[in-house]
């Protein structure tokens, strides 16, 4: 079963909440066939609801695409923020720990196969949405990036690094650990952890052959 496919895949356990189990199928869905082809009977009966109890729950198909951005981006958020938290501030070994971290980081949130397929959807539906298209976008990659570069800057100020601009080192770091993952298989394809490990060990060393501290 190929990645996709799993993302459009019922769980066998249904989620306790029927909003939850809602807003499951829902992205199953908009994921697997587009909005527009998209009915909410379809839906109620993945979730194992009624029609009316989507409705009452959420709202209708569009409102539908609104919460489950929300849902997702939310989750997303607080993953990525979990995994920052694992940040090396003073770490052993700069270059194993920071690969080590950047491995997490795209294997737990660049590479989180929900949120990449919900990205690929938004840039389809974006002409109908695009309020909401640009409000995920700055929630998304933006919102994220001063609570990354607060990392770097602890590590410059603790003499692991030598940067005058945590923001901009961040931006480099997240672009060269990302620069070698596979595309040929499409976004919605979780790289293998072999890919991960070896993009992030090009990255980090090539970030660092950049913003290492001199000697």
Same mark, same amino acid.
């Given at each position: 079963?190929?990645?996709?496919? =799993?993302? /459009? ?6 989620? @306790? ?24 009977? @379809?839906? /109620? ?13 959420? *709202? ?14 939310? !989750?997303?958020? &607080? ?21 080590? %971290? &950047?491995?997490?980081?795209?294997? !737990? ?23 909401? %298209? ?21 590590? /410059? ?8 601009? /945590?923001?901009?080192? @961040?931006?480099? %770091? ?25 993009? &992030?060990?090009? *990255? ?5 052959? =950049? %913003?290492?501290? !001199?000697?």
């Amino acid at each position: 079963m190929s990645q996709i496919e =799993a993302l /459009a895949t019922p769980s066998v356990t249904r989620p @306790a909440s029927k909003r939850q189990a809602i807003l499951d199928a829902a992205k199953r869905a908009f994921v697997r066939d587009g909005i527009g082809a998209v009915g909410i009977d @379809a839906i /109620a009966i993945d979730a194992g609801v009624s029609r009316q109890t989507v409705y009452n729950q959420i *709202g209708d198909k569009d409102q539908l695409f609104v919460a489950v951005v929300e849902d997702v981006t939310t !989750r997303s958020s &607080a993953l990525l923020m979990a995994t920052l938290a694992t940040f090396p501030d003073r770490p052993g070994d700069l270059q194993a720990d920071l690969t080590d %971290f &950047a491995v997490r980081l795209l294997g !737990r949130c660049m590479c989180d196969i929900d949120g990449r397929a919900l990205s690929l959807l938004l840039v389809r539906e974006s002409h109908r949405f695009p309020e909401l %298209f640009e409000t995920w976008h700055q929630y998304g990659p933006g919102k994220d990036w001063p609570a990354l570069a607060a990392c770097f800057d602890r590590l /410059a100020r603790n003499g692991y690094l030598d940067i005058t601009d /945590a923001s901009l080192a @961040a931006r480099h %770091f997240m672009a060269l650990i990302n620069a070698d993952l596979p595309t040929d298989q499409g976004p919605c394809v979780r790289p293998s952890e072999e890919a991960l490990r070896s993009t &992030a060990t090009l *990255g980090v060393s090539t970030f660092l052959r =950049a %913003f290492g501290a !001199r000697p």
